[in-house]
RNA sequence: GGAGAGAUGGCAGAGUGGUCGAUUGCGGCAGUCUUGAAAACUGUUGAGUGUAAUAGCUCCGGGGGUUCGAAUCCCUCUCUCUCCGCCA
């Protein structure tokens, strides 16, 4: 959510921003900067009666002391008037604040000045590849037929059980999956993150604080009869910790980490994008989380993008990253790169990552601050990114190192599966 | 699920209708003293809104009510603790 008052200070330099996402939210800003006068003029009017109200009442507590009842009971009528326009007052200030909350949460972050303007996918921007692509003497599986020649995925087990995506992971399916979750938990541990393991449903106040809620709503799993909301990545529950939190300029930056399942309802999603573990509902990821000062946010921003560089070396798998263009890029994103697989099967790239910066996008609505010298709370910075997400990089493993008899297992994994490859 | 108790500033903990945004202690910060540190002493120390700066206004778990006036009384919700029941 944007501040108010940086709209109103930097209106042109914010609007130039969101134009980059190319759809126009000049109508918005006005309508925010309207609502925000009629907020402030109202509330005005209802400060200064109560102020008059506070000044009566207490007159009143003084000649009751004094024992003048009389001037006390005369005191008394101006009061009534008083209460009444107030409450007008107040019931009209509320819808103001309700309407320009509603306003608010229809804008999106204002790109980065680097991020370039774009209507879609098509135009985010190559900015750095690795490794080779694997040539085959023989003709390359996809994933799927791999998993089910080795029983390593059992995705018709999963239909039965709950559904279409869903999968069942079993033997060295299963082993592989959890050597990932612990390969990647120890290398963020590596790196300065701290590990935490988190619940994995959260309330509606957190569904607000990161920005699923209120209009992403749809793609959430609902436990309605405690109102709780299945998360759909770590970044939920690990980003709302610093909710409403005053932290110490010398505490930042904070790193942390997190494997959790993700649950995400995907309505709308077909065709190939659906096979095997192109999507699923529930699948597993690894979560890195940085709170940070924010002169230093975009320093730490490409600190992180070389974290979720070194997972993908060391695992051997060729990928490329690309800076978001503002069409493709996420509602609360100021800046994000998305790190690509290349799947030798499939032949496409595969989303593995997505690293981003929310500058203070995240923490104007969780109200997470830090007090600086000048001892004023300052909004903190908020980054986050996979590191990474389990079921591409299954797929891409699977595929980019098989052989003619089965699959090769990266060095670097052997001692968390406890064993060297599959077949 | 049943019965009871409670929720106050970074923490502890007063406050049961009228200068209470809140006594006090600890912690934090600044200063005095000291070669330096500790101790002691002095001062200072919540957030939001608003303003050029003041002022004003709001906030004592959330919401609603009573009253001229609520941290304090009433209703309701949430959470915590104790006991009972159930349970991996």
Request: proline content about 4%; aromatic content about 8%.
């Amino acid at each position: 959510m944007l501040q108010v008052n940086q709209i109103r200070e930097n209106r042109e330099f914010i609007e130039r921003g969101l134009a980059k996402r190319n759809k126009d939210y000049s109508q918005n800003l006005s309508d925010i900067l309207a609502l925000d006068d009629s907020r402030k003029k109202t509330h005005k009017e209802l400060d200064d009666l109560l102020a008059e109200g506070n000044l009566i009442a207490k007159e009143i507590g003084q000649l009751l002391k004094n024992g003048q009842m009389a001037e006390a009971e005369q005191r008394k009528q101006r009061t009534v008037e008083l209460k009444e326009s107030s409450k007008a007052l107040e019931i009209s200030l509320q819808k103001i604040e309700e309407d320009l909350k509603a306003q608010l949460y229809l804008v999106p972050n204002v790109p980065h000045e680097s991020v370039v303007f774009g209507k879609g996918a098509d135009e985010n921007v190559e900015c750095f590849s690795w490794g080779k692509r694997p040539v085959f003497d023989f003709e390359a599986k996809a994933h799927w037929d791999i998993a089910s020649q080795f029983d390593l995925i059992d995705f018709e087990l999963g239909n039965k059980i709950t559904g279409a995506g869903f999968p069942v992971y079993r033997n060295l399916g299963a082993r592989l999956q959890r050597a990932l979750i612990n390969f990647f938990l120890d290398e963020a541990q590596k790196a300065g993150y701290e590990e935490y393991m988190l619940p994995h449903m959260v309330n509606e106040e957190s569904g607000y604080g990161t920005g699923q809620l209120p209009d992403k709503e749809g793609q959430m799993y609902h436990v309605q009869v405690d109102n709780l909301y299945l998360i759909p990545t770590a970044e939920v529950p690990l980003t709302n910790i610093f909710r409403d939190v005053i932290l110490k300029e010398e505490q930042l930056p904070l790193k942390l980490t997190g494997y959790t399942p993700c649950f995400r309802r995907e309505a709308g999603s077909y065709g190939k994008d659906v096979r095997g573990l192109n999507r699923l509902h529930q699948f597993d990821k690894v979560e890195i989380v940085q709170i940070a000062n924010p002169t230093d946010s975009y320093r730490i921003l490409e600190e992180m993008l070389e974290h979720v560089k070194g997972l993908l070396q060391k695992l051997g798998l060729e990928f490329r990253i690309l800076r978001l263009c503002g069409g493709d890029m996420g509602f609360a994103s100021a800046c994000t790169y998305d790190f690509e697989v290349y799947s030798a099967a499939q032949q496409r790239w595969l989303e593995v990552s997505s690293t981003s910066n929310f500058e203070t996008f995240q923490s104007n609505r969780l109200k997470c601050r830090f007090k600086g010298k000048d001892g004023k709370p300052q909004l903190v910075h908020t980054l986050n990114g996979s590191a990474l997400a389990l079921p591409r990089i299954v797929a891409a493993l699977l595929e980019n190192h098989q052989d003619a008899s089965g699959v090769v297992i990266p060095e670097v994994l052997r001692p968390w599966c406890g064993f060297d490859r599959i077949g």
